[in-house]
């Protein structure tokens, strides 16, 4: 079925010249197949710029920035190893700036009526960043840094992330936990990697909500857990603009976790996530993506859950 798109979509052919070592789980393929299976729709197609330093220092220190530089330069020889799980080689750099750019630019083009919404195809993913540490595939945390900037660019009063990744946004956490105008919500295995997000971490004012979820957990948990915590929580905050940290992970085919949705899951949230934009923030919602690791079940939860966005 073919859906009428109204979209922006935010990528670049440098996110495909980030290149852990083979076998890793965070590899080129996985933008790839999202981008393949969006080729025929009829998105509003922008080259994702280099984040300025002065955006990423909302969420990263100028002395955090300045450290990678370094490591960056190693990558000319060889891979660089960040921490255990994350990498960085010679096509990073352009890669890493290009990624949080995407998500600057998402929120300039959505706040300026360019668009509605925005989906920004990127990678490496961002939300286990914290603003001193890369962590878990990521090295600048984009979504974080697209929310502060709708907040201090744009004057905003209030934004917020949802997350329905199935390994929990620290990073992400880390910078709403202090930040009142922003609202963290997540749904997310526990336990697991990285091993935070318990209920009882609420930040400043209540305003993260965490809803961890059992090994094994399915739609129907799923969905009550969204539907009791977090989707009510974002009507509540009654956001300007929200951001969500689309990764697709969950699925019940995830080669690094095991909770059990289907692909009609992330479709289901794009829905309900639709129709919390048109009532706080008059349709404004830039997704991002992060996790999913088979690469059948990424695609397709990713166009599922963008053809729910569009449909009426």
Not at 19 to 28: K, M, T
Not at 44 to 62: G, M
Not at 203 to 219: C, D, E, K, Q
Not at 241 to 257: E, M, N, R, T
């Amino acid at each position: 079925m073919r859906y009428i798109w109204r979209m922006l979509l935010f990528t670049h052919p440098s996110m495909l010249r980030h290149e852990p070592p083979g076998g890793h789980a965070e590899h080129p393929g996985r933008l790839q197949a999202v981008l393949d299976a969006l080729a025929d729709a009829d998105l509003d197609r922008r080259e994702a710029p280099r984040a300025e330093k002065n955006a990423i220092a909302r969420v990263h220190p100028h002395a955090y920035i300045e450290a990678l530089e370094p490591a960056f330069a190693e990558t000319a020889e060889a891979r660089v190893r960040l921490d255990p799980d994350t990498y960085i080689s010679a096509g990073s750099r352009e890669a890493i700036y290009r990624a949080a750019g995407a998500c600057v630019a998402a929120v300039d083009a959505v706040m300026n009526g360019e668009d509605e919404m925005a989906f920004c195809a990127v990678r490496p993913p961002g939300h286990h960043a914290e603003p001193m540490a890369p962590m878990g595939f990521c090295i600048f945390n984009n979504v974080a840094i697209a929310a502060m900037h709708a907040l201090d660019a744009h004057g905003l009063s209030k934004v917020a992330v949802i997350d329905f990744d199935v390994h929990h946004g620290n990073g992400t956490q880390t910078i709403a936990e202090r930040e009142p105008r922003l609202m963290f919500a997540s749904t997310h295995q526990a336990p697991l990697y990285p091993g935070t997000g318990a209920v009882s971490e609420t930040g400043v004012n209540h305003n993260v909500v965490n809803a961890p979820l059992p090994a094994g957990a399915a739609s129907a948990e799923w969905r009550r857990a969204m539907e009791t915590r977090v989707l009510p929580a974002l009507d509540a905050f009654a956001p300007d603009l929200i951001l969500v940290s689309a990764g697709f992970d969950a699925h019940k085919a995830d080669p690094l976790a095991q909770m059990a949705l289907e692909t009609e899951d992330f479709a289901w949230a794009g829905q309900r996530l639709k129709e919390l934009a048109l009532r706080h923030c008059k349709g404004k919602l830039v997704s991002t993506l992060e996790g999913g690791y088979d690469l059948g079940a990424l695609a397709g939860s990713a166009v599922a859950y963008l053809a729910a966005l569009q449909r009426d």
